[in-house]
């Protein structure tokens, strides 16, 4: 895979990504609703900057992102699926993705340094850290699995 297909790749995914954090925000219920639904629109604001950024670095280089719902569906590794109900089966699931997309852009990295493209790079390495912070705050907030 190329740069920009790569970078097509995860505008697909983050366009999944942002629509599933915006239906958790919709339909998150229970004791944690206020925290959880700031928390979700928080995320998907996030998101929808990253596809922008994303997409604008892809345009830089030469190439054209994908921007139809039928594209992200095609190219997306995320599943836009879902039948998560509770609130812990919410985050869990943006857990999940946070480390999917954590594992795809570490690749990224790679592929856009064999491109010496230092900046596509540097892109991904800020992404990464971010995402990693989520995954460790989401991961928190949790409930402690009982080791046995």
Do not use: C
């Amino acid at each position: 895979m190329n740069l920009e297909q790569f970078l097509n790749q995860q505008i697909a995914n983050l366009n999944v990504f942002y629509t599933k954090l915006h239906r958790f925000h919709w339909y998150v219920k229970g004791p944690q609703f206020f925290t959880l639904h700031e928390k979700f629109e928080e995320l998907y604001t996030e998101t929808a900057a990253d596809i922008d950024e994303y997409a604008e670095r892809l345009l830089a280089i030469g190439g054209q992102p994908v921007a139809t719902l039928k594209g992200f569906l095609s190219l997306a590794t995320l599943s836009e699926e879902g039948n998560e109900q509770t609130a812990h089966e919410m985050i869990e699931s943006v857990v999940n993705d946070y480390l999917i997309l954590v594992q795809q852009l570490k690749m990224g990295i790679k592929i856009a340094e064999e491109a010496n493209d230092h900046v596509t790079a540097d892109l991904f390495i800020g992404t990464v850290g971010r995402f990693e912070k989520h995954i460790w705050m989401l991961n928190a907030f949790l409930p402690v699995k009982e080791l046995v």
